[in-house]
């Protein structure tokens, strides 16, 4: 494989890895270092909006500067911001208020940072002599890994360590990320508009009216919208199975310890259908890969409907994942194709902030649903969710035709940057 993708692929494991150790690592040492649970809450509560805002504005930043530096700048700021902790603990010893404050810096880096990776994709294809499918077939894959694998070092590193050492080794992880980067050369992370040519003069606005560009873009491309819409309704639907329905369950059933092998299941089936794809992505029509992961989803989600068995449901989380890793791949290459080069960081980092936001919204509603239903009704009832959403997504006219085309974009995402433009 040459260097360039290599390089990408490594750096965004290292990235997601640190962050899925994060994850579960930082709120166990708030808690261990402040004794408070509502402080705990209160760390994850004052991040968030942050995450979504950083999200929301910092496109307009990712679409200025070289791809490859703001990848590395976001990385370095999430580095430095879980550096910051062990430091501040030797000087003058951690409160809440200092974990909030860098967990607030460093929510600037996280989706900002995923933004800017992703909008290096086609430049990786282009630079890196690698096909989009293969390269986002390997991307799901490892991926899937880094968060099987994420959880359970996590675990293992606060039983043998201090949460200092903890805390060095997860800010080393988006170091050594930002320093894989650096593998890149720079030219690739060039930000070229989609005929080859370099960003027309109107992109060079003021920051609220670029912004208001990339968004008038996705909302009026049909292709975006249900591309997006589908993506957010998977993800409402798995946080509020995985992060309410099936805890809650697991713990009627008097068998909690087995609600970590829903991950496992899950990571499992991911890496298999990103590994499917980066295989034999190339081959036959997109529209069957897509109806393979979109009703490979809707059936995972319908047998862990039925909360049968703890293993019914361990079976039903791996469909999803084969078809998720299917999904989630396609998708990523058709973003690479039909979304404009010069507005990837605007469309691109509205879409991740909606996507951090949507499994919040989605645990809340299940939380409700559990409460005045019951878990088996709710369960039924988030899995119908996604029943829609695939009605939708089979009757969409602009999904029909995913197959590459010769304009390099989708005729609506085209007509909506002309409009736009003006």
């Known amino acids: 494989m040459n260097l360039v993708p290599a390089a990408y692929l490594a750096s965004y494991v290292l990235s997601l890895l640190g962050t ?19 402080g705990t809450g209160a760390v994850a509560a004052a991040t968030a909006v942050p995450a979504v805002l950083a999200g929301l504005f910092m496109g307009v930043v990712i679409d200025r500067i070289n791809r490859r530096t703001s990848s590395v700048v976001t990385d370095l700021v999430s580095a430095a911001a879980i550096a910051a902790l062990p430091l501040i603990d030797v000087v003058t010893g951690l409160s809440l208020g200092w974990f909030i404050l860098f967990g607030v810096i460093g929510s600037l880096g996280d989706v900002p940072g995923m933004t800017a990776r992703e909008t290096l994709l086609p430049a990786i ?101 249900a591309t997006t819409t589908l993506s957010l309704v998977s993800v409402l639907v798995l946080a509020s199975l995985q992060g309410l329905i099936l805890p809650v369950w697991f713990t009627l059933v008097e068998q909690p310890g087995m609600l970590g092998l829903v991950l496992t299941a899950l990571g499992g089936g991911t890496f298999l259908g990103g590994a499917a794809y980066a295989t034999a992505g190339a081959r036959g029509r997109r529209r069957a890969w897509f109806l393979c992961g979109l009703i490979g989803t809707a059936t995972g989600f319908a047998i862990i409907a039925t909360l049968g068995s703890v293993w019914i449901v361990l079976t039903g989380a791996f469909v999803v994942g084969v078809a998720n890793g299917l999904f989630g791949s396609l998708l990523g290459v058709l973003m690479i194709e039909r979304i ?68 390099g974009t989708d005729e609506h995402v085209t007509e909506a940057v002309v409009h736009a433009q003006r």
């Open 340 to 407: 404009p080069e010069e507005m990837r960081g605007r469309i691109m980092g509205t879409q991740n902030a909606m996507m951090t936001a949507a499994p919040s919204l989605g645990i809340v509603v299940a939380a409700v649903l559990v409460e005045v239903a019951g878990v088996e009704v709710a369960a039924v009832a988030i899995a119908g969710v996604w029943v829609v959403a695939l009605v939708v997504g089979l009757a969409a006219r602009s999904l029909r035709t995913l197959d590459p085309l010769t304009a």
């Open 125 to 225: 294809v282009r630079h890196g002599r690698i096909s989009a499918q293969r390269l986002m077939g390997m991307r799901e894959a490892l991926g899937a890994v880094a968060l099987i694998v994420g959880p359970a070092a996590a675990g293992v590193l606060m039983v043998a360590f201090d949460g200092s050492t903890v805390l060095w080794i997860t800010a080393g992880t988006s170091l050594a990320a930002a320093l894989l980067t650096l593998l890149i050369p720079h030219r690739v992370g060039a930000i070229v508009a989609s005929d080859g040519a370099a960003p027309p003069a109107s992109t060079r606005g003021r920051t609220w009216s670029r912004l208001r560009e990339g968004w008038r873009v996705l909302f009026r491309s049909p292709f975006l919208v």
């Open 20 to 38: 899925s150790i994060a994850g579960i690592a930082l709120p166990l040492i708030v808690l261990q270092t402040t004794g408070s649970v509502l």
